[in-house]
């Protein structure tokens, strides 16, 4: 289960983005690397070295169409992988759906029990998760807030967070599927308070450095492991 975890981690990063770009070089053959770099979200220059990176696996080609122009062609090696990959994807993303989901349902229905009042920050994908489990729980959300407001978000208006002082909640999703904590630590900024804020995903807890030593104190004799 603990390489099964690790495995869906990595797919969340380095992997993922490799699918990207696969998929960017098989759709537009023209794409140029600016135009990669947008498609991805990321520096022209890393747009290089991750293109640099396909051509050396051979996953990329690289072909003179015009003395002053190239286009880069995916190789049959590189649709083999881009394939991996979206297989790859699909189990994370379902591995992923099924974690948030059970970690809401379990969370909403305390909440539903407790009569508790629970807004939803953010208004994408993940929201819409954290909208279902609130509807299966038998609960509305209260308000949907984001860094603006203006839109309308499964037929309610998005609120500007800051504005939340002026409603009355006991809970604030983070609808995020990011790790980082960033989401949480820039809502805190504008004044929603720590106790307040749900994450949509279960955080790590990790094992603090005295109880490891000392677990593996336990488990060593004379400098070997027994």
Same mark, same amino acid.
């Given at each position: 289960? +603990?390489d @099964?975890?690790q495995?869906? +981690?990595?797919?969340?990063?380095?992997?993922?983005?490799?699918?990207? !770009? !696969?998929?960017?070089?098989?759709e537009?053959?023209? /794409?140029?690397?600016r135009? #990669?770099a947008?498609?991805?979200g990321?520096?022209?220059?890393?747009?290089n070295?991750?293109?640099?990176r396909?051509?050396?696996?051979?996953?990329i080609?690289v072909?003179?169409?015009?003395p002053?122009r190239?286009s880069?062609?995916?190789?049959p090696?590189?649709i083999a992988?881009?394939a991996?990959?979206?297989?790859?994807?699909m189990d994370?993303s379902?591995?992923l759906?099924?974690?948030v989901r059970q970690?809401?349902?379990e969370?909403m229905?305390d909440?539903a029990?407790?009569g508790?009042?629970?807004?939803i920050?953010?208004s994408?994908?993940a929201?819409? !998760?954290?909208?279902l489990s609130? @509807?299966? &729980?038998g609960?509305? *959300?209260v308000?949907?807030f984001?860094q603006e407001?203006?839109?309308?978000? #499964?037929?309610m208006p /998005?609120?500007p967070i800051?504005e939340?002082a002026?409603?009355?909640y006991? !809970?604030m999703?983070?609808a995020?599927l990011?790790r &980082?904590g960033?989401a949480g630590?820039? #809502?805190?900024? /504008?004044g929603?308070p720590?106790? +307040?804020?749900? *994450?949509?995903r @279960?955080?790590?807890v *990790?094992? *603090? @450095?005295?109880?490891?030593t000392?677990?593996?104190r336990?488990?060593?004799?004379?400098?070997?492991?027994?």
């Amino acid at each position: 289960m +603990k390489d @099964k975890q690790q495995n869906v +981690k990595a797919m969340d990063v380095e992997s993922h983005r490799d699918l990207r !770009l !696969l998929e960017a070089v098989h759709e537009d053959s023209r /794409v140029t690397q600016r135009g #990669l770099a947008g498609k991805l979200g990321i520096a022209l220059g890393l747009a290089n070295i991750y293109l640099k990176r396909m051509i050396h696996k051979g996953y990329i080609k690289v072909v003179n169409v015009q003395p002053n122009r190239i286009s880069y062609l995916i190789t049959p090696r590189g649709i083999a992988e881009k394939a991996r990959l979206t297989y790859e994807f699909m189990d994370y993303s379902l591995h992923l759906y099924g974690e948030v989901r059970q970690h809401l349902r379990e969370a909403m229905q305390d909440c539903a029990a407790e009569g508790k009042r629970v807004a939803i920050y953010g208004s994408g994908e993940a929201a819409e !998760l954290a909208y279902l489990s609130l @509807k299966e &729980s038998g609960m509305e *959300p209260v308000a949907i807030f984001d860094q603006e407001g203006g839109r309308v978000f #499964l037929g309610m208006p /998005v609120r500007p967070i800051a504005e939340h002082a002026s409603v009355e909640y006991d !809970l604030m999703i983070v609808a995020t599927l990011d790790r &980082s904590g960033q989401a949480g630590v820039d #809502l805190q900024k /504008v004044g929603v308070p720590q106790d +307040k804020l749900f *994450p949509l995903r @279960k955080e790590a807890v *990790p094992v *603090p @450095k005295r109880a490891r030593t000392a677990t593996t104190r336990s488990r060593t004799t004379n400098g070997k492991l027994s």
